[in-house]
């Protein structure tokens, strides 16, 4: 059974940085893609960043700049370091991968999802 399980998550002050991290088990995802996507209260989820298998990234303009994604194959691990934080930043965030190894932004590409962890930024 595949799991992705983040943490990290919490309540900052704007302007200050917060690391999350997702672990995968129940398989490696070094030939796949895996992502970040968040979810503010209301319907969408919002594409923040991916991470393909050959270490491509690609961001979402309202995060370039301020966040990094990154992936340890060794580990089945994927995080993003968010720095700068906004209060437009407060959101659920999710970890996602795919079974393919297509580089997609759309929420509907991703085959597994985490539970998500909530990321809250006071100004």
């Known amino acids: 059974q595949v799991q992705l399980v983040e943490s990290g998550g919490g309540l900052v002050q704007a302007g200050g940085s917060l690391r999350l991290s997702c672990a995968a088990s129940?398989?490696?995802?070094?030939?796949?893609?895996m992502g970040w996507f968040r979810q503010a209260p209301g319907p969408e989820r919002e594409f923040v960043a991916v991470i393909t298998w050959n270490g491509r990234t690609v961001y979402a303009d309202s995060v370039k700049g301020r966040f990094t994604i990154s992936g340890d194959n060794a580990k089945n691990t994927v995080n993003l370091q968010m720095n700068n934080l906004k209060p437009e930043d407060t959101a659920v965030y999710y970890c996602?991968?795919?079974?393919?190894?297509?580089?997609?932004?759309?929420?509907?590409?991703?085959?597994?999802w985490g539970q998500g962890t909530q990321v809250t930024v006071s100004s």
């Open positions: 996602a991968a795919t079974r393919s190894y297509i580089l997609t932004r759309n929420s509907t590409g991703y085959d597994y």
């Open positions: 129940g398989r490696t995802f070094s030939n796949n893609v």
